[in-house]
């Protein structure tokens, strides 16, 4: 005997479908990821070492000076296989030859690009084409070492002056370094005489830079020309059509600077070097008065590079040897 009632096909495959669990809702889609930019060469460098890295030309690189083993690591995977270094610090040569970098080492000054050393950075950029990549910098990669891979540009490349100027203002070069500009706008290629001139001698891998006495040799040259500038009524001496004000007040400032640098400075006692920062200073603002046209202002950071000048030598120079 039968019990219950019998229910419809269609109505019990409707009431089935009801009672079933819900179709699971398909997973949401895994949010896309957009793709990160890949770092930049400056930031590369940067990361590396390097402050103010960048490609003027491929295969010709420029920035500050190297520090450490991770910066010439990325050097080398950059096909860089010679190091031009334009600073007066001794280049880590044993360091870059780990990575198969050889190294020219040609001092410059923030006045100008004697043609000299403008046919030597030109022999150094033809050299080391044929070796693969240069790498060009100075200690801080913003002023001489832009104007010195902008010679190697034009020497290797054949790229233009004006185009030349251009990479140093992109790379931050001072307009306030009028020589350098200068030189680099009037940039003619060297000649292969000039060119075969040039002896390995020429292109040492650490060049002998000036020592501490030779470093106060060349104050003493800029501040007598600021002293005649001074006589002038702080314009350029008649006896000196070369001289501009400004410039040169910059160019004694930066070799304070270098000075200050100097291996055999920093065993000197702090209260020497005290005076010189303050010397170097009294330089800069020197410049920001003549720049100005602010003559009272002028005169005073003179005063003030001059007394710190004498009380130095007072100590350091004309008294017998206490420190």
Same mark, same amino acid.
């Given at each position: 005997?039968?019990?219950?009632?019998?229910?419809?096909?269609?109505?019990?495959? %409707?009431? &089935?479908? /009801?009672?079933? $669990?819900?179709?699971?809702?398909?997973?949401? +889609? *895994?949010?896309? #990821?957009?793709?990160? =930019?890949?770092?930049?060469?400056?930031?590369?460098?940067?990361?590396?070492?390097?402050?103010?890295?960048?490609?003027?030309?491929?295969?010709?690189?420029?920035?500050?000076?190297?520090?450490?083993?991770?910066?010439?690591?990325?050097?080398?995977?950059?096909?860089?296989?010679?190091?031009?270094?334009?600073?007066?610090?001794?280049?880590?040569?044993?360091?870059?030859?780990?990575?198969?970098?050889?190294?020219?080492?040609?001092?410059?000054?923030?006045?100008?690009?004697?043609?000299?050393?403008?046919?030597?950075?030109?022999?150094?950029?033809?050299?080391?084409?044929?070796?693969?990549?240069?790498?060009?910098?100075?200690?801080?990669?913003?002023?001489?070492?832009?104007? %010195?891979? &902008?010679? /190697?540009?034009? $020497?290797?490349?054949?790229?233009?002056?004006? +185009? *030349?100027?251009? #990479?140093?203002?992109? =790379?931050?070069?001072?307009?306030?370094?009028?020589?350098?500009?200068?030189?680099?706008?009037?940039?003619?290629?060297?000649?292969?005489?000039?060119?075969?001139?040039?002896?390995?001698?020429?292109?040492?891998?650490?060049?002998?830079?000036?020592?501490?006495?030779?470093?106060?040799?060349?104050?003493?040259?800029?501040?007598?020309?600021?002293?005649?500038?001074?006589?002038?009524?702080?314009?350029?001496?008649?006896?000196?059509?070369?001289?501009?004000?400004?410039?040169?007040?910059?160019?004694?400032?930066?070799?304070?600077?270098?000075?200050?640098?100097?291996?055999?400075?920093?065993?000197?006692?702090?209260?020497?070097?005290?005076?010189?920062?303050?010397?170097?200073? %009294?330089?800069?603002?020197?410049?920001? $008065?003549?720049?100005?046209?602010?003559?009272? +202002? *002028?005169?005073?950071?003179?005063?003030?590079?001059?007394?710190?000048?004498?009380?130095?030598?007072?100590?350091?120079?004309?008294?017998?040897?206490?420190?």
């Amino acid at each position: 005997m039968k019990t219950g009632l019998a229910l419809p096909a269609a109505f019990a495959l %409707a009431l &089935a479908g /009801a009672c079933a $669990a819900p179709p699971a809702e398909p997973a949401p +889609a *895994a949010p896309s #990821e957009a793709p990160s =930019a890949p770092p930049s060469l400056r930031d590369r460098g940067e990361g590396a070492g390097i402050l103010n890295f960048a490609e003027v030309a491929p295969g010709l690189l420029r920035g500050a000076q190297p520090e450490g083993e991770a910066s010439f690591a990325l050097l080398a995977s950059l096909g860089v296989r010679t190091a031009l270094s334009v600073d007066g610090a001794r280049p880590d040569v044993e360091g870059a030859a780990k990575h198969g970098i050889r190294y020219v080492h040609l001092p410059m000054e923030y006045s100008s690009i004697p043609r000299e050393e403008q046919v030597r950075i030109a022999r150094t950029a033809k050299d080391a084409q044929s070796a693969g990549g240069l790498f060009v910098h100075c200690h801080h990669g913003k002023h001489r070492g832009p104007a %010195a891979a &902008a010679i /190697a540009w034009m $020497a290797r490349d054949g790229a233009a002056p004006e +185009a *030349a100027v251009a #990479e140093m203002k992109r =790379a931050g070069t001072d307009p306030r370094y009028e020589g350098l500009y200068a030189d680099v706008g009037a940039y003619e290629p060297a000649t292969a005489e000039e060119l075969a001139r040039v002896t390995p001698e020429e292109l040492p891998a650490v060049s002998r830079v000036p020592d501490f006495v030779g470093s106060m040799v060349r104050i003493d040259m800029h501040f007598a020309h600021m002293q005649a500038v001074q006589k002038a009524g702080w314009k350029t001496p008649s006896s000196m059509p070369d001289v501009r004000p400004a410039h040169e007040s910059r160019i004694l400032a930066e070799h304070f600077r270098e000075t200050a640098r100097l291996e055999e400075v920093g065993s000197r006692p702090e209260d020497f070097r005290r005076r010189l920062d303050q010397a170097e200073k %009294a330089a800069w603002s020197l410049e920001e $008065a003549l720049r100005a046209g602010d003559g009272d +202002a *002028a005169k005073k950071a003179m005063e003030a590079v001059d007394s710190s000048c004498n009380s130095c030598h007072a100590v350091y120079r004309n008294a017998r040897k206490a420190w």
